[in-house]
């Protein structure tokens, strides 16, 4: 009982490091007032994050079953580390380009390998809730980062030198860390009993119906979370003349609001059914992008962070029901179901590239009707959820 506890809580430190993929919304602002780029030219970063998704999701659900979930997630930490470790030495572009690849290919690894993982710590039935919960610890890291970036920039925390990119080493020594715990803490992991599948054989699997919509509600799920991530502190300098320091309490509001909804879910959804919370959590992000787009200036800048907050709070436990839906549909393909799910993070690619062309052209709300449209889509999305 003992062993299992501190094998959960040495998961959850893995959580923990798989929200740092979030400070690519904050970093890209920062990156772009640095180098004076425009909007699609830094959007190209948290795009360039996510576009590892596609390539390395399959190919992770297959590494599983032949090297286990433990050993795949230790790797994706230590890919994870590296990422962070190169930006100390640096901030130009190709250097950036660099980081962020990295740092997308081991969030990829990690997101596919470390949600199976808890699969071997909890029972079916508390599986949603604890991803949920794994969510929450996640969710801290990422509204942290913001804050951290700000901080270094304004010298409130020592940077040696490095201003905003203090965030980069003290999140490689908590990466370092996990790598460590998850080492040596024992995890008992069952054996797959059907063979290694092939990429093609992954893939087959969206002739599914119901994966299908599965995949496309993750990618609509992340096209949101990174959008928000990086459109919030925009939406504040565009309309309200803030500075990007002060803007940044955007993206950490968001974040808040996230873990907030993260760790009231886990209790939620386990006293009402998926569905509803499902459908209660589409409406809050449908109404706010709504809101956000129509009512324009002169708006309050309270009715922005309400707004925010909104999104933040509704977007926080859409991946955990739709990634458990789609791996309780299939439980004897768990693995490849992993790989395919985690591969519809690419949608923090497209909509990213999409919200910045919008956003060239019309400006910052074009990049919130973007977003608008995968809020309806989840909202079609949640009739197919079983109670």
């Not at 309050?300 to 458990?324: D, H």
């Not at 919130?368 to 079983?386: H, R």
Request: glycine share 8%; charged share 10%.
């Amino acid at each position: 009982m003992k062993s299992n506890r501190i094998a959960f809580l040495t998961v959850m430190l893995a959580f923990f490091t798989m929200g740092f993929v979030d400070l690519v919304g904050i970093a890209s602002n920062y990156v772009q007032k640095d180098l004076a780029l425009s909007d699609s030219q830094a959007n190209i970063l948290p795009s360039l994050v996510f576009f590892w998704f596609l390539i390395f999701s399959i190919p992770t659900g297959m590494l599983m079953n032949r090297i286990g979930r433990k050993k795949t997630v230790l790797l994706s930490i230590i890919v994870t580390a590296v990422s962070l470790i190169i930006p100390i030495f640096g901030s130009s572009y190709p250097v950036m380009l660099v980081s962020f690849s990295l740092l997308g290919i081991g969030n990829a690894i990690m997101q596919t390998s470390l949600n199976p993982l808890v699969g071997n710590i909890v029972s079916g039935d508390k599986l949603a809730s604890t991803l949920t919960f794994g969510q929450f610890v996640k969710a801290i890291a990422s509204f942290m980062a913001p804050y951290i970036a700000m901080w270094g920039a304004t010298a409130v925390i020592p940077s040696f030198g490095l201003q905003w990119r203090v965030l980069f080493p003290i999140y490689a020594i908590v990466a370092l860390l996990a790598i460590l715990l998850l080492g040596v803490v024992r995890i008992e992991e069952e054996k797959s009993d059907t063979k290694v599948t092939g990429f093609l054989g992954c893939v087959k699997l969206l002739g599914n119906p119901f994966v299908l919509l599965c995949f496309l509600g993750i990618m609509c799920h992340v096209g949101i979370d990174v959008g928000t991530n990086t459109t919030a502190p925009k939406l504040l300098m565009e309309r309200h003349a803030f500075t990007l320091d002060e803007a940044a309490k955007a993206t950490s509001l968001y974040f808040i609001f996230r873990t907030i909804g993260c760790f009231t879910g886990s209790y939620i959804l386990r006293k009402v059914s998926n569905k509803l919370f499902f459908g209660i959590s589409a409406f809050l992000i449908l109404a706010a992008l709504i809101g956000l787009a129509v009512v324009s200036e002169p708006q309050s800048y309270i009715f922005i962070y309400a707004m925010i907050a909104m999104i933040g709070y509704g977007n926080s436990n859409i991946f955990s029901i739709i990634f458990s839906q789609a791996m309780l549909h299939e439980p004897e393909r768990q693995n490849e179901v992993s790989g395919l799910m985690i591969m519809g993070l690419f949608g923090g690619t497209v909509f990213p590239l999409l919200m910045g062309f919008a956003s060239d052209f019309v400006g910052t709300v074009g990049a919130v009707l973007v977003m608008a449209v995968g809020a309806v889509y989840l909202s079609i999305f949640t009739m197919k959820i079983s109670k």
